[in-house]
């Protein structure tokens, strides 16, 4: 009998995203649902809204739902200091690209970095018993393209699975090669680059233990706490493990995805093989 590794953690809560950057709440709903369609065991962070979207959409696949409303988010404690943070002229003199909505939403931050935390406390529940866990944005199905995901087919696949079971200590991550090969090839990043919009490592997934999901949360807790809000400023979350990657590369276990295609996660494809 197959011996489940695996447990998938993602997340969907509405913060009014349409009127910040133009993505709407129903089109979260639809890539979501394809999202759900992951024939993996799976843990949800939802609000109660949400809950029964997520319930009809898993059916009888194995699926832990964790009905909280968004002031349980792990990082819900520091929304008035990042809303300070973003009504703040300096901030907006300091930060590069300020329209980005990581540089006008609390809310948006607060989720981006709150995977971290859903990640551990999926660990520590560990209700499937696994001891490996798929961290995946809810709308990350629009990067799916060809890729199948049916119930007929369980993803990750055993191969892939097998590929990282000795993967206790690092997180497993893709770097985009060509989009900023400066960043890329560089043996370090500064603090400055804390302040930058150049993305070179994909948010939207990472796979880790129970162990490295603690070790890199401890990390990238110190940079937001201190080396961010601290300092005066707020920036996403794949800036803070671009930057954490630099330092300690340890951390990491890295597919590079070589493509010239703006955000393009061939990662997605590589845990199918």
């Not at 843990?43 to 002031?71: A, H, M, W």
Request: aromatic fraction near 12%; include cysteine; hydrophobic fraction near 35%.
């Amino acid at each position: 009998m197959y011996e489940i590794m695996i447990t998938v953690v993602t997340s969907l809560y509405d913060i009014d995203r349409e009127n910040l950057d133009g993505r709407s709440w129903d089109s979260y709903l639809e890539w979501f649902k394809k999202t759900l369609e992951i024939n993996n065991p799976m843990v949800v962070f939802v609000d109660n809204s949400t809950r029964e979207f997520v319930e009809i959409n898993r059916g009888e696949k194995e699926t832990l739902i964790i009905s909280e409303p968004i002031e349980k988010a792990p990082y819900y404690n520091l929304k008035n200091s990042i809303d300070l943070i973003i009504q703040s002229e300096e901030y907006r003199k300091k930060i590069k690209d300020s329209d980005r909505i990581e540089c006008k939403s609390s809310l948006y931050n607060i989720i981006q970095y709150s995977k971290f935390g859903w990640v551990e406390r999926a660990a520590d529940i560990n209700p499937f018993n696994s001891n490996l866990y798929l961290w995946l944005d809810a709308g990350i199905s629009r990067f799916f393209d060809s890729l199948e995901i049916t119930t007929a087919n369980k993803y990750p696949s055993d191969t892939f699975i097998e590929s990282i079971s000795d993967m206790d200590n690092e997180v497993f991550i893709q770097i985009f090669m060509s989009s900023y090969p400066d960043l890329v090839n560089s043996a370090s990043l500064s603090e400055e680059y804390l302040t930058d919009n150049r993305s070179y490592i994909a948010g939207g997934i990472f796979i880790a233990s129970r162990n490295s999901i603690k070790r890199i949360k401890k990390e990238i807790d110190n940079i937001l706490l201190n080396l961010m809000l601290g300092k005066g400023f707020i920036n996403n979350e794949q800036i803070a493990m671009g930057y954490l990657l630099k330092k300690k590369p340890e951390l990491f276990r890295i597919f590079q995805n070589y493509s010239h295609i703006h955000r393009n996660y061939e990662i997605l494809n590589q845990l199918k093989t």
